[in-house]
């Protein structure tokens, strides 16, 4: 049995999205952005997976904690991105590759001002989303 991981079924529906990829285009990345790239860009994170038991087997239905980090160079721009990332995301439900995503929320947004590693550019501003996201395991 293969087991099907949300995180394809969340970029791709912000890469199908008009509103996000007018700000970001195609710079949604998994973990890690080269310092190289031009703000404005997303990188999506894995924080943590719930995967509850009955007496005998998993449910089947896991809990995925994931960050989604937005940076931008002004701060209107990166509140522009999460807004139309929140749009998107919050209340999704959908299927990609074969993967279904029950239910995405919005648990929490923190705003600050950061120095991308490895970058001689300027300060960016970044907005850290957290999604819980329920998907079909099996």
Do not use: C
Request: a negative charge.
């Amino acid at each position: 049995m293969a087991i099907r991981y949300p995180d394809a079924v969340i970029r791709n529906a912000l890469m199908s999205d008009a509103s996000v990829t007018q700000h970001v285009g195609h710079r949604i990345y998994s973990q890690y952005a080269s310092p190289a790239d031009d703000v404005p860009f997303i990188v999506m994170r894995r924080t943590g997976i719930d995967r509850e038991q009955t007496l005998s087997v998993p449910m089947g239905v896991p809990r995925l904690s994931m960050d989604l980090d937005i940076y931008a160079a002004t701060y209107e721009s990166a509140r522009d991105v999460a807004d139309a990332v929140r749009d998107v995301l919050d209340g999704f439900s959908g299927t990609f590759d074969n993967t279904t995503v029950k239910q995405v929320s919005l648990e929490d947004e923190q705003d600050e001002l950061v120095q991308l590693a490895g970058s001689e550019k300027p300060p960016a501003f970044n907005v850290r989303m957290s999604f819980d996201i329920m998907w079909q395991e099996t």
